[in-house]
């Protein structure tokens, strides 16, 4: 017993305590009651966070989020009284399943990222999301995914550090760089960064970094790009894959600003998506085959087959005749200039597709000012770039902004140092944060004369208003990586 609540069975052991099944005795209500470790019960501060966070998570109600009813202290004994779920958690799902449909996932994490955002708007960061930490419960054929332990990483955090080594271990794997890192500041973005990670896992059976040790995942975390979740699991749309880099970006400012905004980005995914194609140099076609008279097309009765080709045959007898006739009444006439003919060629999408139509007239700007900065890359004239950014830049990773002339330098730097520059940027998609700023992000590609073969990478550019001009004020990429073969060459 603690309290008024009757211990029933051992369910489980965490870092910071162990988890009961038990009784609320004056409702005869199941409950779930985490008790902290006996060390941690007698450290006042701790105790205090404790209490702290379980009065915050007692106001949180939101149907995903596992509820906290009560505290209770007694003796040496310290224990949140929380709702029980009878459910199987995320990390169990993959044991018994492995990697999950990409559809079936992003319709898990909806009413998630919902919990997460409404969460964050009562100021409460979970700081520890990961898949044993979701669970799902299934009552009645209806499917309900839920967050548990919000707020208690953050409580204990400090005397996580303090009191045990390895801790971190089964945990670390989930962490925002920045978090990684130690710093003091932690955002409601590092719960972005770990909700991203999570579907990263539940994608691809595997979490993005991995090592016998925390140290080196940590390292990894806060300086390598992620695998492309689709080398892992190529049914997963482009789309997902780059709305996962965005939230894993290493810098909090290139993620989406929200969970809202991330969710958002996952449901604009249509759940029957065609792979995208970029085509081979362009040429003209030269013959147009109706889909009906494809060879891979079912075929219908062969009789029909044969009233198609005499057809045909007539047409072309047709044609053949009357080119004739026109060629002798050319000859007994007085030759005349040609007749203007107009050729249509049917030609396939260029490296760098023209703008979308249906595109509004700020979406169309911005592209091409991304446009133009390719081309100034291209013509190898740094001096082109300098009126198509900002006053100030956020460039990859460096710890401050920028000015636009030392922007020029770095690049006239690097064009001198690669050479000439060829390359592009396919799949753009422009986010609007507000009237006067958005992002684009889509997939680079390039290469340059002392490095011949393509590089890809999830690219985010931030562009700004200034005035009637849009310019770009930021430039972040997920890391380069070899492009997949159906590509430009």
Partial sequence: MI???????????????????????????????????????????????????????????????????????????????????????????????????????????????????YAHAQGVIHRDIKPSNLILQEIGGIRAPKIMDFGIARA????????????????????????????????????????????????????????????PVMQAIINDPPPPIRKLNPDVPPAIEQALARAMAKDPQYRYPSAKAFSEALAAVPTTVAEPRVAAPSRPATVLIPEALKADTPRPARKVWIGVGIAIVAIVAVVLVLMSISKKEAGSAPQAAPAATTVVETRT??????????????????????????????????????PLVGDQIKYFHVPRLITADEYVQRKRDALRKLGKFDGGMIDQRVEFESPDRAV???????????????????????????????KVVGEQDNGARPCPDNLPR
């Fill in 3 to 117: 309290g008024q609540y009757r211990i029933d069975a051992h369910i489980g052991d965490g870092g910071m305590g162990a988890v009961y099944r038990g009784t609320n005795l004056n409702l005869g209500q199941p409950v779930a009651i985490k008790m902290l470790h006996p060390h941690l019960a007698r450290n006042a501060e701790v105790v205090a966070r404790f209490l702290n966070e379980a009065r915050i998570l007692a106001k949180l109600q939101h149907p995903n989020i596992v509820r906290a009813y009560d505290f209770v202290q007694e003796d040496e004994r310290c224990a949140i009284v929380m709702e029980f779920i009878e459910g199987t958690t995320f990390d169990r799902l993959l044991e018994t399943r492995g990697a999950l449909d990409w559809r079936e996932v992003v319709g898990l994490f909806q009413p998630l990222l919902a919990a997460v955002e």
């Fill in 156 to 215: 204990l955090g400090d005397a996580q550090r303090m009191t045990r080594t390895g801790m971190r271990m089964g945990t670390v794997h989930y962490m925002s760089p920045e978090q990684c890192r130690g710093e003091k500041t932690i955002t409601h973005l590092t719960d972005v960064y770990s909700m991203a990670v999570s579907i990263y896992q539940m994608l691809s059976g595997r979490v993005p970094f991995d090592a016998e040790s925390d140290y």
């Fill in 349 to 386: 999408a260029q490296s760098t597709p023209a703008v979308a139509d249906g595109r509004s007239a700020d979406e169309q700007a911005i592209l091409a000012v991304l446009r133009e900065l390719r081309d100034a890359y291209a013509s190898r004239n740094a001096d082109n770039i300098r």
């Fill in 440 to 470: 684009v992000h889509g997939l680079s590609y390039w290469r340059t004369s002392r490095n011949p073969a393509y590089k890809c990478a999830a690219a985010f550019y931030t562009v700004e208003r200034y005035g009637r001009k849009w």
